[in-house]
């Protein structure tokens, strides 16, 4: 791909950065002086003003032939050691063009709903500066050129989801949730590190850098485009015994399970709910968690040249997705249910990476930010709802007895999160009711709605890919088990909800009230989204144009003869698309019959008829305790063992030190005191006896002087006569 | 080789002087020595005559006899505290003052020997004359500073035995 | 020892004159006894340099230097009298071996 210089690019990340600072620095002087419209002002301009410069970048890309379709913006020379520098720069091609456009677009969104589910909160100005900050760290990880500068939007979002998870911190619960989703992120950033530095020691670097030099010294970079222009060589290189694309994936791959939530490192994102409903709708829906599939994505030359890495991406994805399904089903918190609901649909994008179908998985990851953002905002509208309704009476009297023993409360009475609170809602929040249920069939799959055409491409790519030593169908089964759970869950939650009565009392109920505008409007521009964004992805066996196809495909060329597919009929493929139609109305279908209205008791049954496996799945298959139980655990005791080694051993040490000083210089005052001082006092001795000694001469008496002077004088003569002649 | 006259006066004079002078050295009385000395200068004055420096002898004799002697005698008189006169002037520690004295006094006759049997020079003339030329001559500045000496001298002795006197005290007569 | 008198004979005086004196010193406790003794040494010397000056062709030089010596032990004997007169008022006593006050 050739390249273009742009000088402006650097805008797109900083004006949100600017944004951000203001408000952190002087934020609270301007919500006290100015009130909160001005910090939300600041917030929303900020926002929108880099969307705007997003689309006009987005659209002078378009301008260009395909072939050039990079811009290239090089503020400076960051890191400059030897022949290897790391640049500042930023890169806009295809790919971080749709993601700029997704994110900006999507969090300019949520600034405007924020505005109105913030109200009257003290810390607004902290909100929106880190909102915005986050903005700017999403922008720099995705527009990033080299792997540094991404690493460092990287963390730059991790922090960003700290500081916003734990925004109520003054409760501690929320605070925990914060740290849990840093340290476990913490936990994936040392993949990213380490698999940076195997890419790195392949490319030449290392310890023989100085003996491969000076030939080789323009490969060692860290720059996407160039490291790509480097694949011919990764493919036969070998690193520490292995081959150095698996190697390095692996690594990689083990950061994007952490950032997005996949398993092993998940855990972080069913807590991280505590955060306000907006936060967990950008972020944990729509951008960060995309990080992990946008960086596996802009890896895909080095994914291709590696099966085995390409096997543990999609097996990860599969099993994730299976898996955070099942626990979707029980839970009864709304947010919960949208958060393994994102993990499971995360999962489906990560199968599709790791099979090879690269443009379905971003494709997925567009239309997911859409009616998942749509469905958290929902949720945020009806939790508001409910915050008025339950926050001002939690009379037990007042809730419906046929449900529960007003004698028990429990605290699930006074959570506007619980569904089992909620009910015939529909009637009350009836705009709310509407973008939900459009993104409810948007996420199952329905067909023309934006979530039928990703996922059934990627459930099509995975059933025919030829690229995983696993076997595509049982891929395919996997995926097509979890969009049946995912349709049924999302129904559940949406019926639960919506239809029915009111399950909290009639007293709450006259609290009830649709939201707002600014929340309202956004929900209608999310759901029309859901709607029509699969639009730009029709396929092709309907003769219809795929644009993002054509759109993402300079960017995906480079893996294009690695990967393989089998061949298949038309028929098999229109099979694979009826059956994810089929699937989507049976998971619908079993969701009405269940919930709506709240008719059947079968969900109560089945509950009380399989407690055991009710308990495991609702208690997350005790992934946490285990996670407690195991790697916590350990931790503190090799820490603890650690801090007894330090006290023990090393201030055993420096005491004995210090004792042995101090018994060396008691010596060593002994010495001073006995032998020097007694050397001292000796020569006064000395002296002091000389001098008497001397003093007898001191006679007084002049006879004394005169024998000695006469005796001395016979002396010297009788000398002189007898010896001197 | 028959004695001269002059050489036995030289005797005389010798056994004068010895024997004054053992006297002077182990008498115990205080004025026997005093006395014994006025002996020991009128020996040495004839032995200055014989030597042909009369001048000197007869200084001898005025300054010694008449000066010092008399200073000396006065002394012992004026001095209260004397004691017995008879025993006034006792010898402590005589044996290795003999001793040393004994040695030191071999080693100079020893060497007063060697000078023996050298023939004496001739008689010189009249010694005064030239004395006073040499006086006021080559050795006048010695002379200006032994003035000065005397001087020195005579103000240093008063002032050693004068008696202070006390503002506000009549000095009693 | 031959009769006839030489520069020898004076200086064998003298020797014993001074041998004399120094017995005279060394034993007396007696502070004008010092001085007697003193005197007799003095008297020696100036014997010793009056038969040197008749012995050897000296001219007049060694008469003068009787002279001076002379003067000086005259000079010496009044100021040491003035000091045994003082000292006796002081201390009632002329016994060298009571002015020991710069014994340690």
Same mark, same amino acid.
């Given at each position: 791909?050739?390249?273009?210089?742009?000088?402006?690019?650097?805008?797109?990340?900083?004006?949100?950065?600017?944004?951000?600072?203001?408000?952190?620095?002087?934020?609270?002087?301007?919500?006290?002086?100015?009130?909160?419209?001005?910090?939300?002002?600041?917030?929303?301009?900020?926002?929108?003003?880099?969307?705007?410069?997003?689309?006009?970048?987005?659209?002078?890309?378009?301008?260009?032939?395909?072939?050039?379709?990079?811009?290239?913006?090089?503020?400076?020379?960051?890191?400059?050691?030897?022949?290897?520098?790391?640049?500042?720069?930023?890169?806009?091609?295809?790919?971080?063009?749709?993601?700029?456009?997704?994110?900006?677009?999507?969090?300019?969104?949520?600034?405007?709903?924020?505005?109105?589910?913030?109200?009257?909160?003290?810390?607004?100005?902290?909100?929106?500066?880190?909102?915005?900050?986050?903005?700017?760290?999403?922008?720099?990880?995705?527009?990033?050129?080299?792997?540094?500068?991404?690493?460092?939007?990287?963390?730059?979002?991790?922090?960003?989801?700290?500081?916003?998870?734990?925004?109520?911190?003054?409760?501690?619960?929320?605070?925990?949730?914060?740290?849990?989703?840093?340290?476990?992120?913490?936990?994936?950033?040392?993949?990213?590190?380490?698999?940076?530095?195997?890419?790195?020691?392949?490319?030449?670097?290392?310890?023989?850098?100085?003996?491969?030099?000076?030939?080789?010294?323009?490969?060692?970079?860290?720059?996407?485009?160039?490291?790509?222009?480097?694949?011919?060589?990764?493919?036969?290189?070998?690193?520490?015994?292995?081959?150095?694309?698996?190697?390095?994936?692996?690594?990689?791959?083990?950061?994007?399970?952490?950032?997005?939530?996949?398993?092993?490192?998940?855990?972080?994102?069913?807590?991280?709910?505590?955060?306000?409903?907006?936060?967990?709708?950008?972020?944990?829906?729509?951008?960060?968690?995309?990080?992990?599939?946008?960086?596996?994505?802009?890896?895909?030359?080095?994914?291709?040249?590696?099966?085995?890495?390409?096997?543990?991406?999609?097996?990860?994805?599969?099993?994730?997705?299976?898996?955070?399904?099942?626990?979707?089903?029980?839970?009864?918190?709304?947010?919960?249910?949208?958060?393994?609901?994102?993990?499971?649909?995360?999962?489906?994008?990560?199968?599709?990476?790791?099979?090879?179908?690269?443009?379905?998985?971003?494709?997925?990851?567009?239309?997911?930010?859409?009616?998942?953002?749509?469905?958290?905002?929902?949720?945020?509208?009806?939790?508001?709802?409910?915050?008025?309704?339950?926050?001002?009476?939690?009379?037990?009297?007042?809730?419906?007895?046929?449900?529960?023993?007003?004698?028990?409360?429990?605290?699930?009475?006074?959570?506007?999160?619980?569904?089992?609170?909620?009910?015939?809602?529909?009637?009350?929040?009836?705009?709310?009711?509407?973008?939900?249920?459009?993104?409810?069939?948007?996420?199952?799959?329905?067909?023309?709605?934006?979530?039928?055409?990703?996922?059934?491409?990627?459930?099509?790519?995975?059933?025919?890919?030829?690229?995983?030593?696993?076997?595509?169908?049982?891929?395919?089964?996997?995926?097509?088990?979890?969009?049946?759970?995912?349709?049924?869950?999302?129904?559940?939650?949406?019926?639960?909800?919506?239809?029915?009565?009111?399950?909290?009392?009639?007293?709450?109920?006259?609290?009830?009230?649709?939201?707002?505008?600014?929340?309202?409007?956004?929900?209608?521009?999310?759901?029309?989204?859901?709607?029509?964004?699969?639009?730009?992805?029709?396929?092709?066996?309907?003769?219809?144009?795929?644009?993002?196809?054509?759109?993402?495909?300079?960017?995906?060329?480079?893996?294009?003869?690695?990967?393989?597919?089998?061949?298949?009929?038309?028929?098999?493929?229109?099979?694979?698309?009826?059956?994810?139609?089929?699937?989507?109305?049976?998971?619908?279908?079993?969701?009405?019959?269940?919930?709506?209205?709240?008719?059947?008791?079968?969900?109560?049954?089945?509950?009380?008829?399989?407690?055991?496996?009710?308990?495991?799945?609702?208690?997350?298959?005790?992934?946490?305790?285990?996670?407690?139980?195991?790697?916590?655990?350990?931790?503190?005791?090799?820490?603890?063992?650690?801090?007894?080694?330090?006290?023990?051993?090393?201030?055993?040490?420096?005491?004995?030190?210090?004792?042995?000083?101090?018994?060396?210089?008691?010596?060593?005052?002994?010495?001073?005191?006995?032998?020097?001082?007694?050397?001292?006092?000796?020569?006064?001795?000395?002296?002091?006896?000389?001098?008497?000694?001397?003093?007898?001469?001191?006679?007084?008496?002049?006879?004394?002087?005169?024998?000695?002077?006469?005796?001395?004088?016979?002396?010297?003569?009788?000398?002189?006569?007898?010896?001197?002649? | 080789?028959?004695?001269?006259?002059?050489?036995?006066?030289?005797?005389? *004079? +010798? =056994?004068?002087?010895?024997?004054?002078?053992?006297?002077?050295?182990? &008498?115990?009385?205080? @004025? %026997?020595?005093?006395? $014994?000395?006025?002996?020991?200068?009128?020996?040495?004055?004839?032995?200055?005559?014989?030597?042909?420096?009369?001048?000197?002898?007869?200084?001898?004799?005025?300054?010694?006899?008449?000066?010092?002697?008399?200073?000396?005698? *006065? +002394? =012992?008189?004026?001095?209260?505290?004397?004691?017995?006169?008879?025993? &006034?002037?006792?010898? @402590? %520690?005589?044996?290795? $003052?003999?001793?040393?004295?004994?040695?030191?006094?071999?080693?100079?006759?020893?060497?007063?020997?060697?000078?023996?049997?050298?023939?004496?020079?001739?008689?010189?003339?009249?010694?005064?004359?030239?004395?006073?030329?040499?006086?006021?001559?080559?050795?006048?500045?010695?002379?200006?500073?032994?003035?000065?000496?005397?001087?020195? @001298?005579?103000?240093?002795?008063?002032?050693?035995?004068?008696?202070?006197?006390?503002?506000?005290?009549?000095?009693?007569? | 020892?031959?009769?006839?008198?030489?520069?020898?004979?004076?200086?064998?005086?003298?020797?014993?004159?001074?041998?004399?004196?120094?017995?005279?010193?060394?034993?007396?406790?007696?502070?004008?006894?010092?001085?007697?003794?003193?005197?007799?040494?003095?008297?020696?010397?100036?014997?010793?340099?009056?038969?040197?000056?008749?012995?050897?062709?000296?001219?007049?030089?060694?008469?003068?230097?009787?002279?001076?010596?002379?003067?000086?032990?005259?000079?010496?004997?009044?100021?040491?009298?003035?000091?045994?007169?003082?000292?006796?008022?002081?201390?009632?006593?002329?016994?060298?071996?009571?002015?020991?006050?710069?014994?340690?």
């Amino acid at each position: 791909m050739e390249m273009i210089e742009i000088r402006g690019l650097w805008l797109l990340p900083v004006i949100p950065l600017i944004g951000g600072t203001l408000n952190g620095l002087f934020g609270a002087k301007i919500q006290r002086r100015w009130g909160e419209r001005a910090v939300q002002v600041l917030a929303i301009a900020a926002a929108a003003l880099s969307f705007a410069v997003a689309v006009l970048l987005f659209a002078k890309l378009a301008s260009l032939a395909p072939v050039q379709r990079g811009l290239l913006c090089h503020c400076f020379d960051w890191i400059r050691t030897g022949g290897f520098t790391v640049p500042m720069a930023f890169w806009l091609d295809p790919l971080s063009g749709l993601m700029v456009l997704m994110v900006t677009f999507v969090g300019t969104l949520i600034h405007i709903y924020s505005t109105t589910y913030m109200r009257g909160d003290s810390g607004t100005w902290r909100y929106f500066s880190f909102l915005n900050l986050f903005l700017a760290a999403m922008l720099t990880l995705v527009l990033a050129d080299n792997f540094v500068l991404l690493f460092v939007g990287w963390e730059g979002v991790g922090l960003c989801s700290y500081l916003l998870i734990g925004f109520w911190y003054k409760d501690q619960d929320n605070a925990r949730a914060g740290l849990k989703a840093f340290v476990t992120n913490r936990v994936g950033d040392l993949g990213l590190l380490l698999g940076v530095a195997a890419l790195f020691w392949s490319l030449g670097g290392g310890w023989n850098a100085a003996a491969s030099a000076p030939a080789h010294a323009e490969r060692m970079t860290l720059v996407f485009r160039e490291v790509q222009g480097q694949a011919s060589f990764l493919a036969g290189a070998r690193v520490f015994g292995m081959p150095a694309a698996t190697l390095v994936c692996l690594l990689l791959l083990w950061a994007a399970t952490a950032k997005s939530a996949q398993i092993p490192l998940y855990v972080w994102l069913p807590d991280a709910m505590a955060g306000p409903t907006p936060v967990s709708a950008l972020i944990h829906a729509a951008t960060m968690v995309t990080a992990g599939v946008y960086l596996i994505a802009r890896m895909h030359f080095l994914f291709a040249l590696s099966p085995v890495a390409m096997t543990a991406t999609a097996l990860v994805g599969a099993c994730t997705a299976l898996f955070a399904a099942t626990i979707g089903l029980f839970q009864h918190d709304i947010k919960k249910v949208l958060a393994y609901s994102t993990i499971s649909q995360l999962g489906l994008m990560f199968m599709a990476v790791g099979v090879g179908a690269f443009t379905a998985g971003i494709f997925h990851l567009l239309t997911h930010a859409f009616f998942k953002a749509c469905l958290f905002l929902g949720a945020g509208s009806v939790i508001h709802a409910m915050h008025h309704a339950l926050g001002h009476s939690g009379d037990p009297k007042d809730l419906d007895p046929k449900d529960l023993d007003p004698k028990d409360l429990d605290p699930k009475d006074l959570d506007p999160q619980d569904m089992r609170n909620m009910g015939g809602l529909g009637r009350f929040l009836p705009k709310t009711r509407f973008t939900y249920l459009t993104a409810c069939l948007a996420i199952s799959g329905f067909p023309i709605l934006a979530g039928f055409f990703s996922k059934d491409e990627i459930l099509w790519k995975s059933f025919i890919n030829a690229n995983t030593l696993i076997s595509g169908r049982v891929l395919w089964m996997i995926g097509a088990v979890s969009s049946f759970l995912t349709a049924f869950y999302m129904f559940r939650s949406y019926f639960k909800a919506f239809s029915g009565n009111f399950r909290s009392g009639p007293k709450a109920a006259e609290k009830l009230h649709e939201s707002p505008a600014a929340m309202t409007g956004v929900l209608w521009v999310l759901a029309v989204f859901s709607a029509v964004a699969g639009w730009i992805g029709l396929p092709a066996l309907w003769r219809l144009p795929n644009w993002i196809d054509g759109w993402l495909e300079p960017v995906f060329e480079g893996s294009r003869p690695l990967i393989r597919w089998h061949e298949a009929s038309h028929s098999a493929e229109w099979g694979i698309l009826l059956a994810s139609v089929a699937i989507a109305l049976a998971g619908f279908g079993l969701a009405a019959l269940l919930f709506r209205n709240a008719r059947s008791s079968a969900p109560s049954v089945f509950v009380r008829a399989l407690p055991s496996i009710h308990r495991l799945i609702y208690g997350k298959y005790f992934v946490d305790e285990l996670n407690q139980a195991t790697v916590i655990s350990g931790t503190r005791r090799l820490s603890e063992l650690c801090d007894a080694t330090d006290r023990r051993a090393v201030d055993g040490l420096v005491n004995g030190i210090g004792s042995a000083g101090r018994r060396l210089g008691r010596l060593s005052g002994l010495n001073d005191s006995a032998i020097v001082d007694g050397a001292v006092n000796g020569i006064a001795a000395v002296a002091g006896f000389a001098g008497r000694l001397m003093r007898l001469v001191q006679t007084g008496r002049v006879q004394t002087y005169l024998y000695v002077f006469t005796g001395g004088a016979a002396i010297a003569v009788l000398a002189r006569a007898l010896f001197f002649h | 080789m028959t004695p001269s006259v002059p050489d036995l006066m030289f005797y005389a *004079f +010798a =056994v004068l002087i010895l024997a004054c002078g053992a006297l002077v050295a182990f &008498s115990r009385n205080i @004025v %026997h020595s005093g006395f $014994a000395l006025l002996g020991v200068f009128t020996g040495v004055a004839g032995l200055f005559g014989l030597a042909s420096a009369t001048f000197i002898a007869a200084a001898q004799l005025i300054v010694y006899v008449g000066g010092v002697l008399v200073v000396i005698l *006065f +002394a =012992v008189m004026l001095t209260k505290g004397i004691g017995e006169p008879r025993r &006034s002037n006792p010898m @402590v %520690h005589p044996v290795p $003052a003999l001793a040393l004295s004994i040695g030191l006094t071999a080693l100079c006759v020893l060497a007063a020997l060697s000078f023996h049997g050298n023939a004496p020079p001739p008689e010189p003339p009249d010694s005064v004359a030239p004395l006073g030329d040499a006086l006021l001559g080559p050795y006048l500045l010695p002379f200006e500073f032994l003035s000065l000496l005397l001087l020195a @001298v005579l103000v240093g002795a008063v002032m050693t035995v004068r008696k202070e006197i006390k503002p506000g005290k009549e000095e009693r007569a | 020892m031959t009769l006839h008198i030489g520069l020898s004979h004076y200086l064998v005086v003298a020797a014993l004159l001074f041998g004399l004196g120094l017995v005279c010193v060394l034993t007396r406790r007696n502070a004008i006894g010092l001085l007697m003794g003193i005197e007799l040494m003095l008297n020696a010397a100036t014997v010793n340099l009056v038969a040197f000056g008749r012995f050897l062709q000296n001219g007049v030089s060694g008469q003068v230097f009787a002279l001076f010596v002379m003067v000086l032990a005259a000079a010496e004997a009044a100021v040491a009298m003035a000091v045994v007169l003082a000292v006796n008022r002081s201390m009632k006593t002329i016994q060298v071996s009571e002015t020991v006050h710069l014994k340690e």
